[in-house]
Antibody
């Protein structure tokens, strides 16, 4: 069974940093691109970042470019999101999601999400 | 950036109704469109991918159609469990989600 479990969310002050983790199981992690998607309270979904299976291709949404860094450790079956210079607009539930077996970006598998709250 | 616009924002219907909602892309995305169902406090669930392909395990009352810039999701006979918010997502160029359609029964 595929499982994605996020952690690392919490309350952080504006301008602060946080590192999210997503631990994967039930599939060959190193074979799939991985993604972060966020959802502000009561709002829609927003794609944040994508990393290829070997980390050689990385994409970011304009809203986080230069502040967030996606990375992965295939030996640890783990995906990360380093978030710096956080602002209130970054308050959201952050989901990790696995790309499809065909390498496309429809997401069958999602984690349960981890809540990041940016507030003083 | 490709913008995705869903309509309506909210839809009220009765059990057994056939309901259709729309997702429009600001430029052609071929058939690179997915539909998700999301219930409060839960992660989204993939319903349809590549515009019209039903994800395994999803009831056949859900169907998707369209290509280019205009897409529809249809529920042929609305069930109480279908009360949720539905999002479209393009993955032709990076990824963008629509703002969602909330279905009330």
């Amino acid at each position: 069974e595929v499982q994605l479990v996020e952690s690392g969310g919490g309350l952080v002050q504006p301008g602060g940093s946080l590192r999210l983790s997503c631990v994967a199981s039930g599939f060959t992690f190193s074979a799939y691109s991985m993604n972060w998607v966020r959802q502000a309270p009561g709002k829609g979904l927003e794609w944040v970042s994508t990393i290829s299976s070997s980390s050689n291709t990385i994409y970011y949404a304009d809203s986080v470019k230069g502040r967030f860094t996606i990375s992965r450790d295939n030996d640890k079956n783990s995906l990360y999101l380093q978030m710096n210079s956080l602002g209130a607009e970054d308050t959201a539930v952050y989901y990790c999601a696995r790309s499809s077996a065909g390498g496309n970006y429809e997401f069958i598998y999602w984690g349960q999400g981890t809540l990041v709250t940016v507030s003083s | 950036d490709i913008q995705m616009t869903q309509s309506p924002s909210t839809l009220s219907a009765s059990v057994g109704d056939r309901v259709t909602f729309t997702c429009r892309a600001s430029q052609s995305i071929s058939s690179w469109l997915a539909w998700y169902q999301q219930k409060p406090g839960k992660a989204p669930k993939l319903l349809i991918y590549k515009a019209s392909r039903l994800q395994s395990g999803v009831p056949s009352r859900f169907s998707g159609s369209g290509s280019g810039t205009e897409f529809t999701l249809t529920i042929s006979s609305l069930q109480p469990d279908d009360s949720a918010t539905y999002f479209c997502q393009q993955y032709n160029t990076y990824l963008t989600f629509g703002q969602g359609t909330k279905v009330e029964i």
